[in-house]
């Protein structure tokens, strides 16, 4: 039996193999012998369509995958060594999107002459971006799942700061957010001369690199008995896993998943030494991204616009890790962090403050404008006159504040994890995968429509997060973890559609943003009753909350049934995510921030963290909608977007407060 198993990935390995070769052969163009292609490498100018297409597209695009996906691998190899995380990547450590992040700002710098200087920009921000998540991790040990989630947040801060370039910049890099999506097609052999030296300029260097990586293994009291400086060895070999990173991306985009699941199958497949394993994740990195690509191929001459590789991979790679989260259990982390705050004992006074902050918040955001002349506070007629254009805004804006914190303090509470929000455990990105399936198949459907399958998505979310989660015993890490996973499937999905050409692109990038712009009066007053309507059912659920947040056996001792109660709380949080992701998209970090806010001023017990959590929500969203229309005025910064690129700060500051 064992034997079996042992077995069955050699022979999954060349089922794949044999299939990636039919595919390339139906790919290919009808092959000319080599006398021909040589003739027409020589004559370019003669030569027949075929031999034309076959030496500057299909061969382009077949080294250029293979080389792509094998410098991945070996960097995807060579991070998880250095770091002794499994599921350690460059896309789950932000490197790519730090990559990427660089090439935009590069682009608007420098338009003309940033394919010069495409490489060192793109090793810069990967370096920068790896810098930043080492250091938020570095106080923890560089614990597995912080250190994943300080990749998360990193990578999510990275695609905001894109995304708000993309709004404001839109025709400058539209052709970028293409390319960035992993795009694999060739017109010919620069790509391939400009990244062929370079990966085999960094594998060397790999290779020159084994033997102090290996001795990695030993750990650091090891490495240093032995002579040899750990933190030089750890900085010069994540300096080489960025720099074959960064290459990638600053020539083909971002390639979803190749730098995990590479290293992955090599230890499926029986590697145990660091050599065998770098081996084996560069071979099966290759391979990888060239049985994909020959996947999109004929997908992508059947589909309007342009399938990008790269989203196709993250799509795959998705169930991949998910798969790997399945078979290893992580080790549990203490809960630890700052010393709680002792309980208020006087809750109701200072729920009350929180309103009160949350009603001059919204009296600001319709009172308070930037004019050319500078600075006004309108009189009540003038609000009164402006109110149809200002108010569904800020209605819309508070409403879903509030349903997002809501949603926050029941996850938070029944993961006993204060870093879990519906942004991190893929939630309101299940909540937006449903709104956007919905709007490319019915344009013309309805505001109500579109939440029922927002609310599908979040649903669907929650289901797989309970069926993953169960083997772990819903353990905090694990469903933190499921929920990246299902947050890196629905944004591949999401990045085909923006890359595919589609007439509703624009659409789902404003509600990438979390724009209020087109709210109307009627859709804000409906989110509104939403919120007003769940409030009271969370707040009389509130002792569930509290017995759950002892843990399920001290739960289920004092008569709660643990699997129902996470069962419905669990279907409540995603119907108020997928409430909220349609006025302000799946990026927010207020379902983070409320419920911290609201525990740190003493509002300890789960039916005053709710009533807190639910004000400070308001007012952040409110305040996050009237800053992104009044700081670049005339310019405007979505609201969601605005609320993300604050609240990454703001999770940044947590994680490294909670692992000091």
């Known amino acids: 039996m064992r034997a079996a198993a042992d077995r069955w990935p050699g022979i999954a390995g060349a089922a794949l193999l044999l299939a990636g070769l039919a595919l390339c052969l139906h790919n290919a163009p009808a092959l000319p012998g080599i006398g021909t292609l040589v003739d027409g490498w020589l004559h370019p100018a003669t030569a027949p369509y075929t031999v034309t297409a076959t030496l500057y597209g299909w061969l382009p695009r077949l080294a250029v995958a293979l080389l792509a996906g094998a410098a991945l691998g070996a960097a995807g190899a060579v991070l998880q060594q250095v770091l002794r995380n499994p599921i350690a990547s460059p896309l789950t450590l932000g490197v790519a999107g730090g990559a990427q992040l660089a090439l935009s700002v590069g682009t608007l710098l420098v338009p003309a002459g940033l394919g010069a200087l495409a490489e060192p920009v793109a090793v810069l921000g990967a370096g920068a971006a790896l810098g930043l998540t080492v250091a938020l991790a570095w106080r923890g040990g560089l614990e597995p799942l912080t250190l994943v989630l300080a990749g998360l947040v990193v990578s999510l801060y990275a695609g905001a700061l894109n995304a708000a370039l993309l709004l404001f910049f839109e025709y400058d890099l539209q052709g970028l957010l293409l390319w960035g999506g992993g795009a694999l097609a060739q017109h010919g052999w620069g790509e391939v001369a400009f990244l062929a030296p370079r ?8 290779v020159l690199l084994v033997r102090p990586l290996t001795l990695l293994s030993l750990g650091d009291e090891g490495v240093r008995a032995l002579g040899l400086s750990l933190q030089r060895l750890r900085l010069l070999c994540l300096a080489v896993a960025v720099y074959l990173t960064a290459c990638v991306v600053s020539a083909v985009g971002v390639i979803g998943f190749v730098g995990l699941a590479g290293p992955a ?4 497949c029986g590697a145990r030494t660091f050599a065998q394993r770098l081996l084996g994740a560069t071979l099966l990195g290759a391979g990888l991204l060239w049985l994909a690509d020959q996947v999109v191929q004929p ?16 799509v795959l790679g998705a169930p991949l890790l998910l798969w790997l989260l399945h078979r290893q259990r992580l080790p549990a982390t203490p809960r630890t962090g700052a010393a709680p705050v002792a309980a208020s004992a006087r809750p109701g006074r200072r729920i009350a403050g929180l309103a009160s902050a949350a009603a001059v918040a919204g009296l600001i955001a319709v009172a308070v404008v930037q004019t050319p002349l500078g600075w006004r506070w ?8 402006l109110a149809p254009w200002r108010l569904p805004r800020v209605l819309g804006a508070a409403s879903a504040g509030l349903l997002l914190a809501l949603a926050g303090v029941l996850l938070q509470r029944l993961t006993r994890n204060p870093m879990a929000s519906p942004e991190v455990l893929g939630i309101s990105g299940g909540a937006l995968a449903g709104v956007v399936a919905l709007a490319l198949a019915l344009p013309a459907a309805s505001t109500p429509a579109l939440m029922a399958a927002g609310t599908a998505g979040g649903l669907v979310t929650v289901t797989l997060l309970l069926a993953l989660g169960r083997r772990g015993g819903y353990a905090p890490e694990q469903l933190l973890l499921v929920g990246i996973a299902m947050k890196a499937l629905f944004d591949g999905g999401l990045g085909m559609v923006l890359a595919s050409g589609s007439l509703q692109w624009s659409r789902a990038l404003d509600w990438v943003s979390g724009s209020t712009y087109g709210v109307s009066l009627p859709g804000a007053l409906a989110t509104l009753a939403v919120a007003l ?17 002892l843990g399920g056996e001290q739960a289920a001792a004092r008569g709660l049934a643990v699997r129902r109660g996470r069962l419905v709380l669990l279907m409540l949080a995603a119907l108020l995510t997928a409430a909220a992701t349609l006025v302000v998209g799946p990026l927010s970090f207020v379902g983070l921030m409320a419920p911290h806010l609201a525990s740190l001023l003493g509002l300890r017990r789960a039916r005053d963290q709710l009533a807190g959590a639910a004000a400070i929500g308001v ?18 910064l979505p609201a969601g977007l605005t609320a993300s690129l604050l609240g990454g700060l ?11």
């Open 199 to 206: 990966i085999a300029l960094g594998l060397a260097g790999l």
């Open 265 to 268: 199958l090599a230890r499926l």
């Open 299 to 314: 997908l992508d001459a059947r589909l309007p616009g342009l399938l990008p590789t790269g989203a196709f991979t993250a």
């Open 378 to 385: 309108d009189i009540p007629w003038q609000v009164t006159e």
């Open 533 to 549: 309507l769940l409030l009271p059912v969370c707040l009389a659920l509130h002792r569930w909350l509290d017995l759950l947040a």
């Open 619 to 636: 007012a952040l969203m409110v305040a996050a909608d009237w800053l992104g229309r009044q700081a670049l005025a005339p310019y405007e």
């Open 650 to 660: 703001y999770f940044m500051w947590l994680l490294h407060r909670r692992e000091g």
